[in-house]
Protein backbone atom coordinates (compact mmCIF):
# COMPACT_ATOMS: atom_id res chain seq x y z
CA UNK A 1 0.00 0.00 0.00
CA UNK A 2 2.71 2.69 0.84
CA UNK A 3 4.29 1.31 -2.57
CA UNK A 4 2.15 3.41 -4.48
CA UNK A 5 2.99 7.05 -5.07
CA UNK A 6 -0.95 8.41 -4.35
CA UNK A 7 -0.89 6.29 -1.08
CA UNK A 8 -1.12 9.69 0.36
CA UNK A 9 -4.94 9.55 -0.73
CA UNK A 10 -5.61 6.70 -0.26
CA UNK A 11 -6.66 4.32 3.91
CA UNK A 12 -7.22 1.05 1.87
CA UNK A 13 -5.63 -0.78 -0.46
CA UNK A 14 -6.13 -1.62 -4.15
CA UNK A 15 -8.07 -5.26 -4.67
CA UNK A 16 -6.20 -7.67 -5.51
CA UNK A 17 -8.29 -8.20 -9.07
CA UNK A 18 -8.15 -4.40 -9.78
CA UNK A 19 -4.52 -4.15 -9.43
CA UNK A 20 -3.96 -7.37 -11.86
CA UNK A 21 -6.64 -5.73 -14.08
CA UNK A 22 -5.01 -2.06 -14.07
CA UNK A 23 -1.67 -3.62 -14.58
CA UNK A 24 0.20 -2.65 -18.15
CA UNK A 25 3.73 -4.22 -17.54
CA UNK A 26 3.03 -7.26 -19.84
CA UNK A 27 2.80 -4.53 -22.99
CA UNK A 28 4.52 -1.76 -21.69
CA UNK A 29 7.79 -2.78 -20.26
CA UNK A 30 9.31 -3.52 -23.33
CA UNK A 31 9.37 0.55 -23.35
CA UNK A 32 11.78 0.36 -20.47
CA UNK A 33 14.66 1.64 -22.85
CA UNK A 34 12.89 4.90 -23.82
CA UNK A 35 11.50 5.26 -20.23
CA UNK A 36 14.63 5.43 -18.64
CA UNK A 37 15.97 7.20 -21.91
CA UNK A 38 13.52 10.35 -21.06
CA UNK A 39 14.01 10.24 -17.34
CA UNK A 40 17.69 10.72 -17.73
CA UNK A 41 17.09 13.50 -20.06
CA UNK A 42 14.45 15.02 -17.79
CA UNK A 43 16.76 14.90 -14.59
CA UNK A 44 19.71 16.62 -16.63
CA UNK A 45 17.10 19.12 -17.57
CA UNK A 46 15.68 19.92 -14.08
CA UNK A 47 19.89 19.89 -12.79
CA UNK A 48 20.47 22.82 -15.52
CA UNK A 49 17.93 24.67 -14.57
CA UNK A 50 18.22 24.96 -10.84
CA UNK A 51 15.35 22.28 -10.30
CA UNK A 52 17.35 20.01 -8.33
CA UNK A 53 21.31 19.65 -7.41
CA UNK A 54 24.12 18.70 -9.94
CA UNK A 55 24.61 15.92 -7.69
CA UNK A 56 21.06 14.33 -7.64
CA UNK A 57 20.76 14.50 -11.37
CA UNK A 58 23.90 12.42 -11.25
CA UNK A 59 22.74 10.12 -9.14
CA UNK A 60 19.61 9.46 -11.01
CA UNK A 61 20.86 9.36 -14.12
CA UNK A 62 23.36 6.56 -13.05
CA UNK A 63 20.72 4.74 -11.20
CA UNK A 64 18.51 4.76 -13.75
CA UNK A 65 21.47 3.22 -16.24
CA UNK A 66 22.45 0.85 -13.25
CA UNK A 67 18.66 -0.10 -13.43
CA UNK A 68 18.63 -0.55 -17.17
CA UNK A 69 21.45 -2.87 -16.96
CA UNK A 70 19.85 -4.78 -14.68
CA UNK A 71 16.32 -4.99 -16.79
CA UNK A 72 18.80 -5.93 -19.83
CA UNK A 73 20.10 -8.75 -18.30
CA UNK A 74 16.86 -10.24 -16.52
CA UNK A 75 17.92 -10.04 -12.71
CA UNK A 76 15.55 -6.76 -12.34
CA UNK A 77 11.75 -7.90 -11.23
CA UNK A 78 8.82 -5.99 -12.11
CA UNK A 79 5.74 -5.72 -9.53
CA UNK A 80 2.55 -5.72 -10.91
CA UNK A 81 1.36 -3.51 -7.97
CA UNK A 82 3.43 -0.79 -9.44
CA UNK A 83 1.24 -1.08 -12.16
CA UNK A 84 3.57 -0.28 -15.30
CA UNK A 85 6.57 0.29 -16.47
CA UNK A 86 7.29 3.87 -15.60
CA UNK A 87 6.17 3.48 -11.84
CA UNK A 88 8.28 0.43 -11.31
CA UNK A 89 11.66 1.98 -12.80
CA UNK A 90 10.90 5.53 -10.65
CA UNK A 91 10.09 3.10 -7.49
CA UNK A 92 13.19 1.20 -7.44
CA UNK A 93 14.95 4.24 -8.04
CA UNK A 94 14.05 5.61 -4.72
CA UNK A 95 14.73 2.56 -3.31
CA UNK A 96 18.25 2.36 -4.61
CA UNK A 97 19.11 6.33 -4.17
CA UNK A 98 17.15 7.35 -1.88
CA UNK A 99 15.56 11.15 -1.61
CA UNK A 100 17.29 12.58 -5.16
CA UNK A 101 15.33 9.06 -6.71
CA UNK A 102 11.90 11.32 -5.26
CA UNK A 103 12.77 14.10 -7.28
CA UNK A 104 12.61 12.80 -10.43
CA UNK A 105 8.81 13.21 -10.81
CA UNK A 106 9.07 16.77 -10.64
CA UNK A 107 7.10 19.13 -13.17
CA UNK A 108 6.20 15.53 -14.85
CA UNK A 109 3.24 13.34 -14.93
CA UNK A 110 2.81 9.48 -16.26
CA UNK A 111 0.73 11.24 -19.02
CA UNK A 112 3.46 13.21 -20.87
CA UNK A 113 6.03 10.19 -19.72
CA UNK A 114 3.84 7.74 -21.30
CA UNK A 115 3.11 9.72 -24.37
CA UNK A 116 6.99 10.77 -25.20
CA UNK A 117 8.05 6.85 -24.32
CA UNK A 118 5.14 5.83 -26.94
CA UNK A 119 6.54 8.27 -29.55
CA UNK A 120 10.23 7.17 -28.92
CA UNK A 121 9.26 3.54 -29.47
CA UNK A 122 6.62 4.34 -32.52
CA UNK A 123 10.24 6.36 -33.97
CA UNK A 124 12.26 3.22 -33.83
CA UNK A 125 10.19 0.73 -34.90
CA UNK A 126 8.98 2.76 -37.82
CA UNK A 127 12.76 3.55 -38.61
CA UNK A 128 13.08 -0.05 -38.20
CA UNK A 129 9.87 -1.25 -40.74
CA UNK A 130 11.22 1.38 -43.36
CA UNK A 131 14.56 -0.14 -43.30
CA UNK A 132 13.27 -3.28 -43.82
CA UNK A 133 10.88 -1.94 -46.55
CA UNK A 134 14.24 -0.81 -48.15
CA UNK A 135 15.56 -4.66 -48.13
CA UNK A 136 12.17 -5.64 -49.34
CA UNK A 137 12.68 -2.77 -52.66
CA UNK A 138 16.59 -4.43 -53.21
CA UNK A 139 15.32 -8.20 -53.57
CA UNK A 140 11.79 -7.20 -55.68
CA UNK A 141 14.68 -5.08 -58.23
CA UNK A 142 17.25 -8.17 -58.58
CA UNK A 143 14.36 -10.72 -59.31
CA UNK A 144 13.27 -7.89 -61.72
CA UNK A 145 16.50 -7.26 -63.27
CA UNK A 146 16.70 -10.90 -63.50
CA UNK A 147 13.02 -11.31 -65.32
CA UNK A 148 12.76 -8.32 -68.08
CA UNK A 149 12.68 -11.23 -70.35
CA UNK A 150 10.03 -13.57 -69.14
CA UNK A 151 6.91 -12.74 -70.22
CA UNK A 152 3.80 -13.54 -67.64
CA UNK A 153 -0.01 -13.33 -68.93
CA UNK A 154 -1.12 -9.83 -67.20
CA UNK A 155 -4.34 -10.13 -65.51
CA UNK A 156 -7.44 -8.26 -64.89
CA UNK A 157 -10.23 -10.13 -63.11
CA UNK A 158 -7.87 -12.91 -62.70
CA UNK A 159 -8.10 -13.71 -66.17
CA UNK A 160 -5.79 -13.07 -69.22
CA UNK A 161 -5.58 -9.87 -70.17
CA UNK A 162 -2.50 -8.63 -71.90
CA UNK A 163 1.65 -9.79 -71.91
CA UNK A 164 3.41 -8.18 -69.71
CA UNK A 165 6.88 -8.17 -68.45
CA UNK A 166 7.57 -9.93 -65.74
CA UNK A 167 9.76 -7.16 -64.08
CA UNK A 168 7.08 -4.76 -64.85
CA UNK A 169 4.51 -6.60 -62.75
CA UNK A 170 7.30 -7.13 -59.98
CA UNK A 171 7.94 -3.15 -60.39
CA UNK A 172 4.65 -2.75 -59.85
CA UNK A 173 5.12 -3.67 -55.80
CA UNK A 174 8.27 -1.34 -55.87
CA UNK A 175 6.18 1.46 -56.42
CA UNK A 176 4.14 0.46 -53.61
CA UNK A 177 6.70 -0.02 -51.32
CA UNK A 178 8.76 3.35 -52.44
CA UNK A 179 5.53 4.90 -51.45
CA UNK A 180 4.83 3.11 -48.19
CA UNK A 181 8.27 4.33 -47.38
CA UNK A 182 7.05 7.84 -48.19
CA UNK A 183 4.38 7.32 -45.68
CA UNK A 184 6.67 6.33 -42.95
CA UNK A 185 8.67 10.12 -43.73
CA UNK A 186 5.99 11.71 -43.60
CA UNK A 187 3.92 10.08 -40.51
CA UNK A 188 7.25 10.41 -38.45
CA UNK A 189 7.18 14.21 -38.59
CA UNK A 190 4.36 13.86 -36.42
CA UNK A 191 5.51 11.28 -34.27
CA UNK A 192 8.72 12.92 -33.64
CA UNK A 193 7.20 15.69 -31.00
CA UNK A 194 8.47 16.02 -27.62
CA UNK A 195 5.65 15.68 -25.48
CA UNK A 196 7.87 15.99 -22.48
CA UNK A 197 7.02 18.45 -20.22
CA UNK A 198 3.64 19.02 -20.56
CA UNK A 199 3.18 17.54 -17.10
CA UNK A 200 -0.50 16.04 -16.40
CA UNK A 201 -2.41 18.26 -19.08
CA UNK A 202 -1.78 21.61 -17.84
CA UNK A 203 2.08 22.61 -18.17
CA UNK A 204 4.08 22.93 -15.11
CA UNK A 205 4.64 26.14 -12.95
CA UNK A 206 8.45 24.77 -12.78
CA UNK A 207 11.13 26.80 -14.94
CA UNK A 208 11.71 23.46 -17.12
CA UNK A 209 13.11 23.93 -20.67
CA UNK A 210 11.37 21.70 -22.88
CA UNK A 211 13.15 22.62 -25.99
CA UNK A 212 16.42 21.20 -24.03
CA UNK A 213 14.82 17.47 -23.39
CA UNK A 214 12.95 17.52 -26.93
CA UNK A 215 16.72 18.23 -28.49
CA UNK A 216 18.53 15.86 -26.41
CA UNK A 217 15.87 13.03 -27.52
CA UNK A 218 16.10 13.74 -31.49
CA UNK A 219 12.59 15.10 -31.42
CA UNK A 220 12.07 17.93 -33.79
CA UNK A 221 11.06 20.25 -31.03
CA UNK A 222 8.00 20.16 -27.67
CA UNK A 223 4.58 19.90 -28.63
CA UNK A 224 3.24 23.54 -28.58
CA UNK A 225 -0.09 22.48 -26.66
CA UNK A 226 0.37 20.46 -23.21
CA UNK A 227 -3.38 19.15 -23.90
CA UNK A 228 -3.13 17.96 -26.93
CA UNK A 229 0.63 16.54 -26.50
CA UNK A 230 -0.57 14.17 -23.24
CA UNK A 231 -3.96 13.45 -24.69
CA UNK A 232 -4.39 12.80 -28.59
CA UNK A 233 -2.64 9.42 -29.96
CA UNK A 234 -3.06 10.35 -33.44
CA UNK A 235 0.24 9.20 -34.25
CA UNK A 236 -0.54 5.83 -33.19
CA UNK A 237 -3.58 5.42 -35.45
CA UNK A 238 -1.18 6.74 -38.02
CA UNK A 239 1.67 4.18 -37.49
CA UNK A 240 -0.68 1.77 -37.48
CA UNK A 241 -2.30 2.83 -40.45
CA UNK A 242 1.01 3.04 -42.67
CA UNK A 243 1.54 -0.47 -41.33
CA UNK A 244 -2.20 -1.20 -42.44
CA UNK A 245 -1.01 -0.37 -46.28
CA UNK A 246 2.20 -1.94 -46.19
CA UNK A 247 0.69 -5.42 -44.94
CA UNK A 248 -2.34 -4.40 -47.71
CA UNK A 249 0.63 -4.50 -50.21
CA UNK A 250 2.44 -7.52 -49.26
CA UNK A 251 -0.50 -9.47 -48.96
CA UNK A 252 -2.20 -8.85 -52.35
CA UNK A 253 1.18 -10.05 -53.47
CA UNK A 254 1.54 -12.88 -51.14
CA UNK A 255 -2.23 -13.52 -52.95
CA UNK A 256 0.21 -14.03 -56.03
CA UNK A 257 2.13 -16.12 -54.79
CA UNK A 258 0.21 -18.78 -53.69
CA UNK A 259 -2.12 -18.40 -56.53
CA UNK A 260 1.27 -18.58 -59.05
CA UNK A 261 2.37 -22.03 -56.78
CA UNK A 262 -0.76 -23.46 -57.36
CA UNK A 263 -0.78 -26.53 -59.08
CA UNK A 264 -3.13 -24.79 -62.05
CA UNK A 265 -0.80 -22.44 -62.75
CA UNK A 266 2.89 -23.55 -61.65
CA UNK A 267 4.02 -19.87 -62.65
CA UNK A 268 6.73 -20.55 -60.04
CA UNK A 269 8.41 -22.18 -57.49
CA UNK A 270 9.25 -21.82 -53.89
CA UNK A 271 12.35 -23.00 -52.07
CA UNK A 272 11.61 -25.93 -49.62
CA UNK A 273 13.42 -23.37 -46.74
CA UNK A 274 9.89 -21.23 -46.77
CA UNK A 275 7.81 -23.82 -47.25
CA UNK A 276 6.16 -26.93 -44.70
CA UNK A 277 4.42 -29.67 -45.49
CA UNK A 278 1.38 -31.82 -45.00
CA UNK A 279 1.54 -34.48 -42.12
CA UNK A 280 -0.81 -36.51 -43.64
CA UNK A 281 -0.29 -35.77 -47.77
CA UNK A 282 2.95 -36.75 -48.40
CA UNK A 283 3.35 -34.90 -51.71
CA UNK A 284 2.37 -31.16 -49.86
CA UNK A 285 4.79 -28.44 -50.14
CA UNK A 286 2.89 -25.45 -49.07
CA UNK A 287 3.13 -21.53 -49.71
CA UNK A 288 2.38 -20.77 -45.80
CA UNK A 289 4.71 -17.54 -45.63
CA UNK A 290 2.45 -16.09 -47.95
CA UNK A 291 -0.57 -17.42 -46.73
CA UNK A 292 0.67 -16.27 -42.86
CA UNK A 293 1.30 -12.54 -44.45
CA UNK A 294 -2.07 -12.48 -45.99
CA UNK A 295 -3.33 -14.06 -42.50
CA UNK A 296 -1.96 -11.20 -40.05
CA UNK A 297 -2.68 -8.73 -42.60
CA UNK A 298 -6.41 -8.84 -41.11
CA UNK A 299 -4.79 -8.75 -37.50
CA UNK A 300 -2.99 -5.08 -38.62
CA UNK A 301 -6.14 -3.88 -39.77
CA UNK A 302 -7.77 -4.82 -36.64
CA UNK A 303 -5.10 -3.20 -34.68
CA UNK A 304 -5.65 -0.07 -36.21
CA UNK A 305 -9.55 -0.07 -35.92
CA UNK A 306 -8.72 -0.65 -32.04
CA UNK A 307 -6.92 2.27 -31.70
CA UNK A 308 -9.80 4.53 -34.09
CA UNK A 309 -12.34 2.70 -31.53
CA UNK A 310 -10.48 3.49 -28.69
CA UNK A 311 -9.77 7.16 -29.42
CA UNK A 312 -13.35 8.50 -30.85
CA UNK A 313 -15.12 9.02 -27.49
CA UNK A 314 -12.38 10.29 -24.97
CA UNK A 315 -12.52 13.88 -23.79
CA UNK A 316 -9.76 15.84 -23.29
CA UNK A 317 -6.95 15.15 -21.65
CA UNK A 318 -6.00 11.84 -20.98
CA UNK A 319 -8.09 8.85 -19.82
CA UNK A 320 -6.98 5.28 -19.48
CA UNK A 321 -8.44 4.13 -21.96
CA UNK A 322 -5.60 4.90 -23.65
CA UNK A 323 -3.12 2.38 -21.66
CA UNK A 324 -4.71 0.00 -24.09
CA UNK A 325 -3.20 1.81 -27.19
CA UNK A 326 0.07 -0.29 -26.62
CA UNK A 327 -1.13 -3.78 -27.58
CA UNK A 328 -2.38 -3.17 -30.69
CA UNK A 329 0.47 -0.56 -32.00
CA UNK A 330 3.35 -2.69 -30.68
CA UNK A 331 1.81 -5.53 -32.16
CA UNK A 332 1.26 -3.88 -35.69
CA UNK A 333 4.86 -2.74 -35.69
CA UNK A 334 6.01 -6.16 -35.25
CA UNK A 335 4.14 -7.85 -37.07
CA UNK A 336 4.63 -5.46 -40.09
CA UNK A 337 8.58 -5.58 -39.49
CA UNK A 338 8.96 -9.14 -39.55
CA UNK A 339 6.37 -9.84 -42.46
CA UNK A 340 8.40 -7.19 -44.70
CA UNK A 341 11.24 -9.26 -43.38
CA UNK A 342 10.12 -13.06 -44.53
CA UNK A 343 8.75 -11.51 -47.49
CA UNK A 344 11.75 -10.49 -48.90
CA UNK A 345 13.15 -13.86 -49.06
CA UNK A 346 10.24 -15.06 -50.64
CA UNK A 347 10.92 -12.67 -53.48
CA UNK A 348 14.49 -13.78 -53.24
CA UNK A 349 13.33 -17.17 -53.56
CA UNK A 350 10.63 -17.44 -55.91
CA UNK A 351 11.60 -18.86 -59.37
CA UNK A 352 9.45 -18.56 -62.46
CA UNK A 353 9.27 -21.51 -64.45
CA UNK A 354 9.13 -20.80 -68.00
CA UNK A 355 7.57 -23.70 -69.62
CA UNK A 356 4.35 -23.17 -67.61
CA UNK A 357 4.19 -19.48 -68.27
CA UNK A 358 5.07 -19.78 -72.24
CA UNK A 359 2.51 -22.40 -72.12
CA UNK A 360 -0.14 -20.28 -71.15
CA UNK A 361 0.58 -17.44 -72.64
CA UNK A 362 -0.08 -19.56 -75.92
CA UNK A 363 -3.30 -20.48 -75.15
CA UNK A 364 -6.17 -18.35 -75.26
CA UNK A 365 -6.53 -14.58 -76.78
CA UNK A 366 -4.29 -12.79 -74.67
CA UNK A 367 -3.19 -10.52 -77.60
CA UNK A 368 -6.56 -9.65 -78.91
CA UNK A 369 -6.21 -6.49 -77.97
CA UNK A 370 -2.74 -6.17 -79.75
CA UNK A 371 -5.31 -7.38 -83.21
CA UNK A 372 -7.81 -4.35 -82.37
CA UNK A 373 -4.76 -1.64 -82.13
CA UNK A 374 -3.79 -3.20 -85.66
CA UNK A 375 -6.64 -2.07 -87.00
CA UNK A 376 -6.70 0.71 -85.39
CA UNK A 377 -3.35 1.89 -86.14
CA UNK A 378 -4.60 1.03 -89.81
CA UNK A 379 -6.79 4.09 -89.59
CA UNK A 380 -10.07 2.01 -88.34
CA UNK A 381 -12.01 3.95 -85.16
CA UNK A 382 -11.27 2.01 -82.22
CA UNK A 383 -14.66 0.97 -81.20
CA UNK A 384 -14.97 -0.45 -84.49
CA UNK A 385 -11.76 -2.58 -84.03
CA UNK A 386 -13.04 -3.34 -81.12
CA UNK A 387 -15.92 -4.87 -82.55
CA UNK A 388 -14.48 -6.46 -85.10
CA UNK A 389 -11.44 -8.28 -83.07
CA UNK A 390 -14.22 -9.83 -80.60
CA UNK A 391 -16.08 -11.30 -84.29
CA UNK A 392 -12.94 -13.05 -84.65
CA UNK A 393 -12.25 -14.20 -80.86
CA UNK A 394 -16.06 -15.50 -81.25
CA UNK A 395 -15.44 -17.40 -84.81
CA UNK A 396 -12.26 -18.51 -83.11
CA UNK A 397 -13.02 -19.87 -80.20
CA UNK A 398 -15.84 -21.32 -81.38
CA UNK A 399 -13.71 -23.91 -83.05
CA UNK A 400 -11.96 -25.97 -80.07
CA UNK A 401 -8.37 -25.61 -79.53
CA UNK A 402 -8.04 -22.86 -82.13
CA UNK A 403 -5.91 -19.64 -81.03
CA UNK A 404 -5.42 -16.01 -82.95
CA UNK A 405 -2.86 -16.90 -84.74
CA UNK A 406 -3.79 -19.93 -86.21
CA UNK A 407 -5.97 -17.94 -88.60
CA UNK A 408 -5.00 -17.97 -92.05
CA UNK A 409 -4.63 -14.11 -93.59
CA UNK A 410 -7.56 -15.18 -95.65
CA UNK A 411 -9.90 -15.53 -92.79
CA UNK A 412 -8.56 -12.29 -91.23
CA UNK A 413 -9.56 -10.32 -94.25
CA UNK A 414 -13.18 -11.88 -94.37
CA UNK A 415 -13.09 -9.63 -91.76
CA UNK A 416 -11.34 -6.63 -92.55
CA UNK A 417 -9.04 -5.78 -95.73
CA UNK A 418 -6.41 -4.08 -93.37
CA UNK A 419 -5.25 -7.26 -92.09
CA UNK A 420 -1.66 -7.92 -93.62
CA UNK A 421 1.06 -10.39 -93.18
CA UNK A 422 2.88 -8.47 -90.37
CA UNK A 423 -0.69 -8.97 -87.93
CA UNK A 424 1.03 -12.48 -87.02
CA UNK A 425 4.41 -11.15 -85.61
CA UNK A 426 1.56 -8.58 -83.92
CA UNK A 427 0.11 -11.51 -82.08
CA UNK A 428 3.55 -12.57 -80.50
CA UNK A 429 3.56 -11.89 -76.81
CA UNK A 430 6.87 -10.09 -76.90
CA UNK A 431 6.23 -8.02 -79.94
CA UNK A 432 2.92 -7.01 -77.60
CA UNK A 433 5.14 -6.28 -74.65
CA UNK A 434 7.71 -4.31 -76.97
CA UNK A 435 5.30 -1.88 -78.63
CA UNK A 436 3.70 -0.65 -75.45
CA UNK A 437 6.39 1.88 -75.02
CA UNK A 438 4.18 4.64 -73.48
CA UNK A 439 5.52 6.45 -70.79
CA UNK A 440 5.35 3.95 -67.56
CA UNK A 441 4.21 0.89 -70.14
CA UNK A 442 5.87 -2.60 -70.60
CA UNK A 443 7.96 -2.71 -73.44
CA UNK A 444 11.40 -3.86 -72.23
CA UNK A 445 12.59 -0.61 -73.39
CA UNK A 446 10.71 1.40 -70.19
CA UNK A 447 10.98 -1.50 -68.63
CA UNK A 448 15.15 -1.44 -68.26
CA UNK A 449 14.73 2.26 -67.84
CA UNK A 450 12.29 1.75 -65.26
CA UNK A 451 14.48 -0.35 -63.25
CA UNK A 452 17.62 2.06 -63.55
CA UNK A 453 15.58 4.52 -62.06
CA UNK A 454 13.82 2.15 -59.34
CA UNK A 455 17.91 1.78 -58.19
CA UNK A 456 18.82 5.19 -58.19
CA UNK A 457 15.16 5.94 -55.72
CA UNK A 458 16.09 3.42 -53.34
CA UNK A 459 19.74 4.57 -52.93
CA UNK A 460 18.23 7.96 -52.65
CA UNK A 461 16.10 6.60 -50.01
CA UNK A 462 19.02 4.91 -48.48
CA UNK A 463 20.20 8.42 -47.87
CA UNK A 464 17.30 10.09 -46.72
CA UNK A 465 17.68 8.22 -42.83
N1 LIG B 1 0.21 3.04 -17.89
C1 LIG B 1 -0.43 4.26 -18.25
C2 LIG B 1 -0.72 4.28 -19.74
O1 LIG B 1 -0.13 3.52 -20.42
C3 LIG B 1 0.45 5.41 -17.89
C4 LIG B 1 -0.28 6.69 -17.68
C5 LIG B 1 -1.09 6.61 -16.44
N2 LIG B 1 -1.67 7.88 -16.11
C6 LIG B 1 -2.68 7.99 -15.28
N3 LIG B 1 -3.14 9.17 -15.10
N4 LIG B 1 -3.20 6.95 -14.67
O2 LIG B 1 -1.51 5.03 -20.24
Same mark, same amino acid.
Given at each position: ????????????????????????????????????????????????????????????????????????????????????????????????????????????????????????????????????????? /???????????????? /??????????????????????????????????????????????????????????????????? /????????????????????????????????????????????????????????????????????????????????? /????????????????????????????????????????????????????????????????????????????????????????????????????????????????????????????????????????????????????????????????????
Amino acid at each position: MADKPWSGRFTKATDALVEVFSASLDVDARLYREDIEASASHARMLASQGLISQDEAQAIVEGLEAIGRDIESGVFTFDIALEDVHMNIETELTRRIGEAGKKLHTARSRNDQVATDVRLAVRNALGGIASELRGFM /GAVLDKADAHVDTIVP /GMTHLQHAQPVSLAHHLLAYFEMALRDCGRIADCLKRVNVSPLGSAALAGTPHPIDRETTARELGFT /GPARNSMDAVSDRDFACEAAFVCSLVMMHLSRLCEEVIIWNSQPFSFITLPDSLCTGSSIMPQKKNPDVAELVRGKTGGVY /GSLMSLLVMMKGLPLAYNRDMQEDKKPLFEALETTGSCVRVMTLLVAGMEPRKDAIDASLQDGFITATDLADYLTARGMPFREAHRVTGEIVAVVAGRRGKRLKDLSLEELRAFSPLFEEDIFSALEPESSVDRRTSFGGTARRNVRAALQEARVLLDALGHET
